[in-house]
Nanobody, 115 residues
Framework: QVQLVESGGGLVQAGGSLRLSCAAS????????MGWYRQAPGKQRELVAG???????NHADSVTGRFTISRDNAKNTVYLQMNSLKPEDTAVYYC?????????WGQGTLVTVSS
């Protein structure tokens, strides 16, 4: 069973930066695609950014230019670099993996942006 462990969340002031990490328990070469989602209180979970095994990326319009998804194959880790954070970025951020046609989720990490 694949496990995803997120880290890097916390409290930051508006305009600040955080880097989230998602460590997989298997080689990420074996994972077709990975992504970061977020869920704010009272809202649906939404895709923030995704990256394929080939390295192609996509980012939600709301974070384009501020957030960047990347991967370190040697560490089996996917990152989300978040810059110029806004209060509306406050949410629980979840790592997701498409592994052998199954969706795997991490436990989530809370990001709080104060104004």
């Amino acid at each position: 069973q694949v496990q995803l462990v997120e880290s890097g969340g916390g409290l930051v002031q508006a305009g600040g930066s955080l880097r989230l990490s998602c460590a997989a328990s298997v080689s990420i070469f074996s994972i077709a695609a990975m992504g970061w989602y977020r869920q704010a209180p009272g809202k649906q979970r939404e895709l923030v950014a995704g990256i394929t095994s080939g390295g192609s990326t996509n980012h939600a319009d709301s974070v384009t230019g501020r957030f960047t998804i990347s991967r370190d194959n040697a560490k089996n880790t996917v990152y989300l670099q978040m810059n110029s954070l806004k209060p509306e970025d406050t949410a629980v951020y979840y790592c997701n993996a498409d592994y052998r046609h199954r969706e795997i989720w991490g436990q989530g990490t809370l990001v709080t942006v104060s104004s």
